[in-house]
C-alpha cells in the first residue's frame, strides 16, 4: 500500500504563487508515476502534471509555462510549484501515484491523497 498526503494549499491573489507538496510512504518503490490532478466544483477531474520516474514530464496546456513538478527522493515527496496563479487555477489539487508491473507495464494501482484546496482571487 501507498498513502499520499497534500499540502501546501491556500487562497491567493490572482499573479501570486503557491508551493504543494505530497508526501509519500508505504511501498513507494512500486510506484513508476507520480501525478497532479485538480478538479474545481461542478467539473471533471483533469489532468496537470505527470512524470514517470527517470523521465521527463509533460504539463497540460493550461498550466505550462506556469507550473513545475518536482521531486525529492530523499524526502520521497513530489512538489507542485505554481507561479503566475490564475482564478481559473482555483481547484482541489490532488496527488496520484500509479504502479505499475515490471513485467508487463500494466498498471496495477492508482493511489490518491485526500486534496487540497487553492483558491485563486481575482
Known amino acids: 500500500q501507498v498513502q499520499l498526503v497534500e499540502s501546501g494549499g491556500g487562497a491567493v491573489q490572482a499573479g501570486g504563487s503557491l508551493r504543494l507538496s505530497c508526501a509519500a510512504s508505504?511501498?513507494?518503490?512500486?510506484?513508476?508515476?507520480m501525478s497532479w490532478y485538480r478538479q474545481a466544483p461542478g467539473k471533471q477531474r483533469d489532468l496537470v502534471a505527470a512524470?514517470?520516474?527517470?523521465?521527463?514530464?509533460n504539463y497540460s496546456e493550461s498550466v505550462k509555462g506556469r507550473f513545475t513538478m518536482s521531486r525529492d527522493n530523499a524526502k520521497n515527496t513530489v512538489y507542485l510549484q505554481m507561479n503566475s496563479l490564475k482564478a481559473e487555477d482555483t481547484a482541489v489539487y490532488y496527488c496520484?501515484?500509479?504502479?505499475?508491473?515490471?513485467?508487463?507495464?500494466?498498471?496495477?494501482?492508482?493511489?490518491w491523497g485526500q486534496g487540497t484546496q487553492v483558491t485563486v482571487s481575482s
Open positions: 512524470t514517470i520516474s527517470g523521465g521527463a514530464t
Open positions: 508505504g511501498s513507494i518503490s512500486s510506484i513508476s508515476t
Open positions: 496520484k501515484g500509479t504502479r505499475v508491473s515490471a513485467y508487463s507495464g500494466i498498471k496495477l494501482a492508482d493511489y
